[in-house]
């Protein structure tokens, strides 16, 4: 079974580097995003420690704000490109620069290929309300990004009278490519990002409202595959591995090497990753 990974980084290059020698492998295919506004010093750090490695590629690079739309755009862009250029693999993966397998290689290939599921976490809006009263999405407050940046506006977003929108969750998830098709050829997907784009982090509830409003509804499986630690998401440390290791994620977030480099190594010596040299 073939992964597609997609890999949004913007800074530490260095951490990268060990998410990178761990996750390679000529039996997946990748595709990278480095922010425009990331220096081009980091670029090319970035390019270096890929190599010419052919089953990579490298998204053009756009200026990419927290919490706002144009990270979803970057991951239908990449969604679009290995759609077409990626070869027939079965299962997309997003991990962030900061991400690290916690399992090994081998075991992370044989979940994904005995899964059925789309692996992303929704939950209604209506729960939030309950246990994060304080959340952001709730208020539904018109976004806009220009400048790089996010501007809040006291203003509501109504929601569409004939779609739920009303879901929250992860912008990191696990999806099968027939879901990935869906998602770049539905009429839908226009019409749930018209909406979702003017507010706060669409990341978290964007693929949220269009798997719990199309056909692919009755696969979604909330265990999307990472071990964060909140409120933060916090950097992992060694006192983490007991609970990491207990874990049944597929990978963590987040890492820091120049934070908390033992945590990497004993991750790494346990699951038979490469590292750094």
Same mark, same amino acid.
């Given at each position: 079974?073939?992964? =597609? ?72 862009? =990449? ?34 290929? =005995? ?163």
């Amino acid at each position: 079974m073939k992964i =597609a990974y997609f890999i949004p980084v913007h800074h530490k290059a260095a951490q990268f580097h060990w998410l990178w020698l761990a996750l390679y492998s000529k039996m997946d295919t990748y595709c990278i995003h480095v922010d425009a506004k990331s220096p081009e010093t980091f670029y090319s750090e970035v390019r270096a420690i890929v190599g010419d490695a052919g089953n990579v590629h490298w998204l053009p690079r756009r200026s990419i704000a927290w919490a706002g739309w144009s990270m979803v755009i970057a991951e239908l862009d =990449a969604m679009r490109l290995m759609l077409t250029e990626g070869g027939d693999w079965q299962r997309w993966v997003n991990l962030s620069g900061q991400d690290y397998p916690i399992k090994p290689m081998h075991q992370i290939r044989d979940t994904l290929a =005995a899964s059925t599921f789309n692996h992303i976490r929704c939950w209604s809006f209506t729960k939030i309300a309950m246990e994060e009263p304080n959340d952001p999405h709730l208020k539904r407050r018109i976004c806009l990004e220009y400048g790089g940046r996010i501007h809040r506006t006291p203003l509501r977003m109504p929601f569409p009278s004939k779609l739920d929108l009303k879901w929250k969750g992860s912008a990191w998830h696990m999806f099968n490519r027939s879901f990935c098709e869906w998602v770049i050829e539905s009429p839908l997907t226009k019409r749930v990002a018209n909406t979702l784009r003017f507010t706060f982090c669409p990341a978290e509830t964007f693929f949220q409202g269009l798997i719990m409003n199309s056909p692919f509804v009755e696969t979604v499986n909330q265990e999307y595959g990472r071990f964060v630690l909140w409120p933060g998401p916090k950097i992992l440390g060694v006192e983490h591995l007991p609970d990491i290791k207990n874990s049944p994620c597929l990978f963590a977030r987040k890492f820091d090497h120049a934070i908390d480099n033992a945590i990497l190594y004993e991750l790494a010596s346990v699951c038979d990753h490469a590292t750094p040299q």
